[in-house]
């Protein structure tokens, strides 16, 4: 997967470059209106709309579902039993008031499997040529109930209430069911809510609904999956990302939907059985999984509501909701499931995003580079990964980081690594670098005086 290092060459300006971070605020509103055209007319009471959906999101509502499904009357959520059943019924009284379809079996909200229940809502889409195509959001509600040496990190046999393990993703869940009541209408693909069951007693929800599917989903292919698991410990706007290498252009499609949140995104190529992400994933579907990080309280009695960072869930559950939009209302085919992202790991990105040697230097009486190599991601294609910046020239003056990733040159998207060399070679007397640093957008403008003289491989 290791692909050519490549240079970009320029002359300076004298004028002091610029950088800019883009304000979150300042994209909210065009943002939200991205993938939902309609006609002039029309342009604003959607964009309310819109806005609204993601106004409806709040932590408070969270914060009830949280602290009704951590409560210790529920007594751990184990899978099974009183506590899970009841967790169960407390999510279908929630949900059955969005207008949702019940996809579960025989015209109920619930899926029966070994004395367990998953909850499946569906939101038909409005494409009739894409309304077949389900993306299915989940998130499990089971916990380990008192817990045990299988399960617990200790003490056992004490209720683990499990606040953020996945209540929160749980209430994430039904915010974002409920924001897409608000939108100005119904994305072109089916959306499938599921809260699953026995995900603690080894994903036995998610792989029994991927086996056996109900009667009411029976006609829908799935195309894409997105799993919530433990989003309510935000540290420092800090969000895992779990899974977009199972299809090209998710970190883009990600990117896009944090522009007006400014979150942290920090990608892990690791995929492992941990959550209901992984049967998607072995039955060849796309699917990301959004992740607040580990803590000492995982599978401990000590995971509970007053720990719990309840305002940083909104910017989570708002990150989840938009990405979830693009997807279920892009109009082109269905993404392709990538299967290299199996075989990937830490080893193999450290070695795509390690820093390269030092350019040779360039020959006497020519002009300077540009000052940039860059390497091509076969599993984020449109996406260059910076690997080397020549110090002094005008993309490292602009403030070009190790380990960004290009994605426009002057406010064009790339298709590839050479497709970003011939808009760089094409680029007048001044240019804009727009890269992906950590999730977030920077806009950098190197100050260039003319052409580059040399364009190509070092």
């Known amino acids: 997967m290791r692909g050519s290092i490549l ?16 304000h979150p605020r300042s994209a909210a509103v065009c943002a939200a209106a991205l993938y939902f055209t309609c006609a002039n007319s029309a342009r604003a009471p959607a964009a309310e709309r819109m806005s609204a959906a993601h106004a409806s999101i709040q932590a408070a509502d969270a914060s009830r579902h949280i602290h009704a499904l951590a409560d210790d009357a529920f007594e751990g959520r184990e899978g099974g039993r009183r506590g899970g059943r009841a967790a169960g019924t407390y999510i279908v009284g929630a949900i059955e008031k969005l207008g949702l379809q ?14 367990m229940r998953n909850i499946l809502a569906l939101l038909p889409g409005s494409d009739p040529a894409l309304a077949h195509e389900l993306v299915v959001v989940g998130a499990h509600y089971d916990h380990v109930g008192y817990g045990n040496l299988n399960n617990s990190y200790g003490p056992t046999g004490f209720i683990h209430n499990g606040a953020d393990d996945n209540a929160s993703g749980v209430a ?6 409920e924001a897409f009541q608000q939108l100005p209408h119904r994305p072109r693909r089916s959306v499938l809510f ?3 069951d026995g995900e603690e007693k080894g994903l036995l929800g998610s792989y029994h609904f991927l086996r ?17 698991d433990m989003i309510g410990r935000l540290r420092g706007q800090r969000v895992e990302v779990f899974g977009a290498r199972t299809s090209p252009g998710l970190r883009m499609a990600a990117l896009r939907a944090n522009q007006a949140l400014n979150l942290e995104l ?13 049967p998607f994933i072995a039955a060849k579907i796309p699917t990301v999984m959004f992740h607040t990080g580990l803590h000492d309280q995982y599978h401990r009695p000590s995971d509970d509501t007053h720990l719990i960072n309840f305002p940083g869930i909104e910017p989570v559950t708002r990150l989840t909701f938009d990405f979830v939009t693009e997807i279920a209302d892009d109009p082109q085919p269905a993404r392709a499931f990538r299967p290299d992202c199996r075989h990937e790991s830490a080893v193999q990105r450290q070695a795509l995003e390690a820093p390269a040697a030092a350019a040779a230097p360039m020959p006497a009486g020519q002009r300077p580079r540009w000052g940039m190599g ?16 020549t110090p002094g020239s005008p993309l490292a003056k602009a403030g070009m980081a190790l380990g960004d990733r290009v994605v426009s040159i002057d406010g064009m998207a790339l298709a590839s690594q050479d497709d970003m060399l011939a808009k760089l070679a094409n680029a007048g007397e001044s240019v804009t670098v727009e890269v992906d640093r950590k999730g977030r957008i920077v806009r950098l ?3 260039i005086e003319a052409r580059p003289s040399v364009v190509g491989n070092d």
Do not use: C
């Not at 076969?378 to 080397?388: F, H, L, Q, S």
């Open 7 to 22: 240079n970009a060459n320029a002359e300076s300006r004298k004028e002091a470059p610029r950088i800019m971070l883009i």
């Open 102 to 115: 019940p996809a579960g079996d025989n015209g109920s909200f619930f899926q029966n499997f070994g004395g």
């Open 172 to 177: 994430g869940l039904i915010e974002i069911a």
């Open 194 to 196: 599921a809260f699953w």
């Open 212 to 228: 056996v599917r109900p009667a009411a989903l029976s006609q829908f292919k799935i195309v894409f999956s997105v799993n919530l």
């Open 266 to 278: 920090v990608y892990d190529w690791e995929i492992t059985d941990d959550s209901d992400h992984y």
């Open 374 to 389: 860059t390497r091509s991601d076969p599993g984020e294609p449109t996406a260059p990964v910076v690997v080397r910046i």
């Open 445 to 447: 403008e190197p100050a």
